[in-house]
C-alpha cells in the first residue's frame, strides 16, 4: 500500500520540477487571464482561466508617443467585485487624439452613465473601450490600426489627463497592455561556472 503512495508522490515532485515551455500566445487567443480586464461600457465582468503571456504583441499604443501607465489593471475575485478592468494610460494633455490599437469596427460610440465612449470589435471575440472619448464615429465605422477614433476629454484621472483602455475576449476582461508590451516575469538563471 505504501508503494503506490510513494510512487504518486515522486512522480507529482519529478512533474514539478521538470521545466516547462512557456504556451504559446496568438493576439487572436489574447493575453492572459491574468491579466484579464475591463470595461465601464460593458456589463459583465468575468475573469477566465488562459495562456501564459503573449509571445507576439502586434498591436498598437493608443497614445503617442508611448505612455506611463497611471493605474494597471487589477480584475476582481468574482464578477460582482470591485476592481480595475482596464488600464488607465497617461496622455500628454486633454484633447489629444486616442487611435485605435488594432484594425476593426466601432461597436459602440455613445454615453455611458456620464462619460463618452467608444468600443471597437476586432474580431475573434476581441473588443477595445475608451473612455472618456468623444469621437464622430458611428456603430458600423471601419478603422484601421492607428486611425483617429476621438478626442480624449477630461476628468477620468482629476487634473491629470488619461484615457482608461479595456479589451474584452468574449466576455473576459483582459489586461490591454499584454497587446503591446511582453509581461511575462524576468526570471533569472544561475550563472554557469566553467
Known amino acids: 500500500m ?13 512533474a514539478a520540477a521538470a521545466p516547462s515551455a512557456a504556451p504559446s500566445f496568438s493576439p ?3 493575453p492572459p487571464s ?13 475573469a477566465s482561466p488562459a495562456a501564459a503571456a503573449p509571445a507576439t504583441r502586434s498591436w ?6 508611448r505612455p506611463a501607465v497611471l493605474r494597471p489593471f487589477d480584475p476582481p475575485d ?16 486633454d484633447g489629444g487624439p486616442v487611435t ?15 462619460r463618452p465612449v467608444i468600443t471597437v470589435d476586432h474580431g475573434n471575440g476581441l473588443r477595445s473601450s475608451f473612455e472618456p472619448v468623444r ?7 471601419a478603422v484601421a ?11 477620468h484621472c482629476g487634473a491629470t489627463p488619461c484615457v482608461h483602455w479595456g479589451v474584452r475576449r468574449g466576455e473576459d476582461y483582459v489586461n490591454p497592455l499584454g497587446f503591446v508590451m511582453d509581461l511575462r516575469p524576468s526570471v533569472l538563471l544561475p550563472l554557469r561556472e566553467g
Open 28 to 30: 487572436a487567443a489574447g
Open 2 to 14: 505504501k508503494a503506490p503512495i510513494l510512487l504518486a508522490v515522486l512522480a507529482l515532485a519529478a
Open 34 to 46: 491574468h491579466t484579464a480586464g475591463f470595461s465601464a461600457a460593458e456589463p459583465a465582468v468575468r
Open 100 to 114: 485605435s490599437p488594432e484594425s476593426g469596427t466601432v461597436s459602440f460610440a455613445g454615453v455611458v452613465v456620464d
Open 78 to 93: 468574482k464578477p460582482w467585485l470591485s476592481g480595475h478592468r482596464g488600464v488607465d494610460l497617461q496622455a500628454a494633455s
Open 60 to 65: 498598437a499604443w493608443p497614445l503617442a508617443p
Open 145 to 155: 490600426k492607428g486611425d483617429v477614433l476621438g478626442t480624449l476629454m477630461t476628468g
Open 135 to 141: 469621437s464622430g464615429l458611428k456603430k458600423g465605422d
